[in-house]
């Protein structure tokens, strides 16, 4: 691909969708674009961008950015945060929303579903503790391709072995042919919309848990800091977010504190207070006291 | 070091299956049948059996069956590894008493996140 041409990729989809493409990359742009320009009846790529640079339609530029996407996920992926998920932040917030009784839960990069699906069958695995309580699951992507697939939720023989333990296999999926279709009582706990982290939040509403794995990877830090503070205001003061096993937020954004003993588990920042009993010597360490000794102790 | 007793009547797939484990850090033991696993599992019981299904002499549910009631038979965690993918043959086999249930092909991946998921080894 000739420079030029790489260039106006480049910040296309920099623009579009905060994914950064560098030239070591750039084989990457001929081999998922080709096929687009074939979709398009374009002779070449060279063709596509060209046509590109005259008119750029919006709908070809929606078929580039969700071409570029990398939408590699599992169910259950990396264990560890459904984990924490249903030891550590579930216990507490059913304690600290028992008058509400309703927890909101965004997936922010859900991908073909296996994600919100994973939370979905912890909350009915826990059904019996649960009564009376409102779980929603909002799920989104920028790619409506992957959106319809995972809508569909039909998953082939090696996506239900990774990750995923087989009584649920057993007890949530349905065997259909070659695929496995998961049933609807899980399907219907997740909802799904399109929605691009680069686009202002607040039309979602503010939620309890954010889950926003493995897809920060893919942007710079100013996007990635510009993401995170925007989280924030949508997220609850006492509420949760998870990164993916490559994603922190230290040095990008003060607005959210690792918790240190729970990888990949973070809490927002408590605004500093000016009370007398909060300055002195402890009073950043104060705070993350309260939080290790009273919302993390394993029980 | 952990043993694992990989049973299936292919060498291919011992030898893969062998790769992966050594991988993961078992040491691998191997046999061909139902009847071979049996007779390893008196002398000396494993801590997993990766196991096939379909094997002549003695198949692999048959093994489970006898093995679940041998002293100590229920110490191993038996995970499944066959081509046998429909949902009754996975329901039969965790019946009889197996942990996990693998479809072939399988990989690398694969095992791993089944292992894990019966606590055998720890995310890295
Ligand atoms: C690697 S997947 C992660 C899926 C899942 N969260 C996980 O951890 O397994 C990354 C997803 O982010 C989506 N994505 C990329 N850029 C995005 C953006 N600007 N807004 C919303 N989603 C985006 C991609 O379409 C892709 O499905």
Redesign the pocket.
Known sequence: MKISDFELYKSLLYE????VITPDKSYLLDSRLTPIAKKWNFASLEAMTLQLRAIPDNKLIKDI??AM??????FF??TKPFQIFQETILPVLLEKRKIKKTIRIW??????G??PYSLAMILKEKEALLKGWRFEIMA????DD?LDQAKRASYTQFEVQRGLPIQYLMKYFMQIGETWQLKDEIRNMVRYSN?????PMSRLGSFDII?????L???DEKTKGDILNRMSTQLENDGFLLL?GAETVLGITDKFQPNPEKRGLYVKTQPKTDTPSATGSGSSTSSTSSFTSGLFKRT | MRTCLVVDDSRVVRKVARRILEDLHFNCEEAEDGQQAYEYCATAMPEVILLDWNMPVMSGIEFLEKLRQMPSGDSPRVVFCTTENDMSHIQRAMMAGANEYIMKPFDTDIIKSKFIQIGLIDEE
């Open positions: 579009k969708s905060g994914l950015v969700e996407t990398t939408n590699e996920t599992s992926r990396d997936c922010a990069a859900c991908s073909s296996q994600e989104t992507d920028i790619s992957i929605f691009n982290l680069l686009d889950f926003c794995r493995n897809v990877i893919y942007f993916g």
